[in-house]
């Protein structure tokens, strides 16, 4: 079974700070993407890559970046973190074509 | 507003009964639809994909597309206490990057 792995699964911040969260694939796969979840929202889309050195904005980028040094490992960044940034962030990754997307366990941001 | 909508927001069904859950689309460029499942404290998983009009079947779990109203379904039949969890809709113009939908929270009853 494709595995996505995400680091930190807890994370409480303070207002102004920089946060990673972090997402590594054993899948080989070409794209990964970053998703936040929040109750009456779904999942929504931040940043997503398709491949080392690519990172592209998704439907909600503002106040994130991200970072795909290798096939392997997607980090989402927050410069300088907000209360309204509190949620579950999900990784996914999976390949151009295919119809599964695979998630990991998500990591729940508290933003004080 | 979302350009996948999903209904009902929540539904009870009794074990053993059918579950129906819908999803429309609001952007015509979509030709790709996948529903996920999500427990909770876990991430979503693919349950199954639709890219063609008319039914398509998996076991218990059988969905339905009509590309000209935009509207996919999901039905359950037979439902488990364990089918009890959040279902998305998906949608895609090109099997790439995924817009999901806001989610319907099933609840099975014993």
């Known amino acids: 079974e494709a595995a996505v792995t995400q680091s930190p699964r807890n994370k409480v911040a303070v207002t102004g700070g920089k946060v990673t969260l972090s997402c590594n694939q054993t899948?080989?796969?070409?794209?990964m993407y970053w998703y936040r979840q929040d109750t009456g929202h779904g999942l929504r889309l931040i940043h997503y890559?398709?491949?080392?050195?690519?990172?592209e904005k998704g439907d909600i980028p503002d106040g994130y970046k991200a970072s795909r040094p290798s096939q392997e490992n997607f980090s989402l960044i927050l410069e300088l973190a907000t209360p309204s940034q509190t949620s579950v962030y999900f990784c996914?990754?999976?390949?151009?074509?295919?119809?599964?997307?695979?998630f990991g366990s998500g990591t729940r941001l508290t933003v004080l | 507003q979302q350009k996948v909508q999903q209904s009902p927001e929540s539904l009870s069904v009794p074990e053993g009964g059918m579950a129906s859950l819908n999803c429309t689309s609001s952007d015509r460029n979509f030709q790709y639809f996948w529903w996920y499942r999500q427990h909770s404290g876990e991430g979503p998983k693919a349950l199954m994909s639709i890219f063609s009009d008319g039914d398509k079947k998996e076991g218990r779990f059988t969905a339905h597309l009509n590309k000209a109203s935009l509207h996919v379904s999901l039905h359950i039949r037979d439902s488990q206490p364990s089918d009890s969890a959040l279902y998305f809709c998906a949608a895609s113009e090109n099997q790439g990057k995924l817009i999901f939908g806001q989610g319907t929270k099933l609840s099975i009853k014993p």
């Open positions: 996914a990754s999976g390949d151009w074509g295919a119809e599964t997307l695979y």
């Open positions: 890559s398709y491949g080392a050195g690519s990172t």
């Open positions: 899948n080989n796969h070409n794209n």
